[in-house]
Nanobody, 122 residues
Framework: QVQLVESGGGLVQAGGSLRLSCAASGRSFSMYTVGWFRQAPGKEREFVSRICWSEGNTYYADSVKGRFTISRDNAKTTVYLQMNSLKPEDTAVYYC???????????????WGQGTQVTISS
């Protein structure tokens, strides 16, 4: 089992920054991909970014490329999502997830955190 706990959400103005954290505990993360997804009211959960824990390869949705950066801290078993130049359309609940098959779809992830709210005011 893997337990994931997100933190760092909040309310910021457009153009501002936030850093989300996803702290993991439980099984070794070495075989997993960790992803960030978000879900706005009335919309489907969408892929934001992911990182392969072992190789460190990163991927981003086009909508956040150049603005968001995903990273990991091996010692702390924590994944971060640095979000810059935030826009009102980034408003959503952000979830981190882990999975051995982790790709673009939320169905490829086995473990999920509880989510953290990010609200961007215009």
């Amino acid at each position: 089992q893997v337990q994931l706990v997100e933190s760092g959400g909040g309310l910021v103005q457009a153009g501002g920054s936030l850093r989300l954290s996803c702290a993991a505990s439980g099984r070794s993360f070495s075989m997993y991909t960790v992803g960030w997804f978000r879900q706005a009211p009335g919309k489907e959960r969408e892929f934001v970014s992911r990182i392969c824990w072992s190789e460190g390869n990163t991927y981003y949705a086009d909508s956040v490329k150049g603005r968001f950066t995903i990273s990991r801290d091996n010692a702390k078993t924590t994944v971060y999502l640095q979000m810059n130049s935030l826009k009102p359309e980034d408003t959503a609940v952000y979830y981190c997830a882990a999975g051995s098959l982790g790709g673009w779809s939320p169905y490829e992830y086995h473990y999920w955190g509880q989510g953290t709210q990010v609200t961007i005011s215009s």
